[in-house]
């Protein structure tokens, strides 16, 4: 008599119900899935280097800004597109400070204040593109002319590993 029961009891639970997957739950997760890789997709900005320069190579978290953008190639300086200086000019140049790029820098700065009214911040950004290969004392007078022109944050641009 125990053993039936036993067995009755052992049958009732050996007839449960199997539970089902809702489906709206695991769309859920996928629409947030889908949303969160397409908004964080395209989140960086990227530099392209002119191809004179080759930049150093670094670890890096931040992401680069829209800046005013320097570039230092192996004999020349670029501001903004524009040939401003060679490298050797620089090197036998006296003190810190090379008028031809703090004067271009100073012109673009007032274009841009005067040309937008929410320039604030931005304004006195600059990224400096210099090749890997040139002079350090060449990117710091460079530095120093952008100092002097009013641009007080400078970047450096590296390419990320």
């Not at 050996?14 to 695991?26: D, N, Q, V, Y």
């Not at 090197?91 to 929410?118: H, T, V």
């Not at 040139?134 to 952008?146: D, I």
């Amino acid at each position: 008599m125990k053993d039936t029961r036993r067995m009755k009891r052992m049958a009732k639970a050996g007839r449960t119900a199997t539970a089902a997957l809702s489906l709206t739950s695991l769309m859920d997760v996928f629409t947030i899935l889908v949303l969160y890789l397409l908004v964080n997709q395209s989140s960086g900005t990227v530099l392209d280097p002119p191809k004179d320069v080759t930049l150093p190579d670094s670890i890096v978290e931040t992401q680069p800004r829209e800046t005013l953008l320097i570039s230092v190639s192996n004999d020349l300086v670029v501001v903004q597109g524009e040939p401003v200086a060679t490298v050797q000019d620089i090197l036998d140049a006296e003190g810190d400070l090379i008028e031809p790029i703090r004067d271009r820098m100073a012109q673009l700065k007032a274009n841009r204040i005067g040309a937008s009214a929410e320039a604030g911040d931005t304004s006195t950004e600059v990224t400096v593109m210099g090749n890997k290969t040139v002079h350090f004392k060449v990117l710091k007078r460079v530095m120093s002319s952008c100092t002097a022109a009013g641009f007080t944050k400078i970047s450096l641009a590296v390419n990320q590993k």
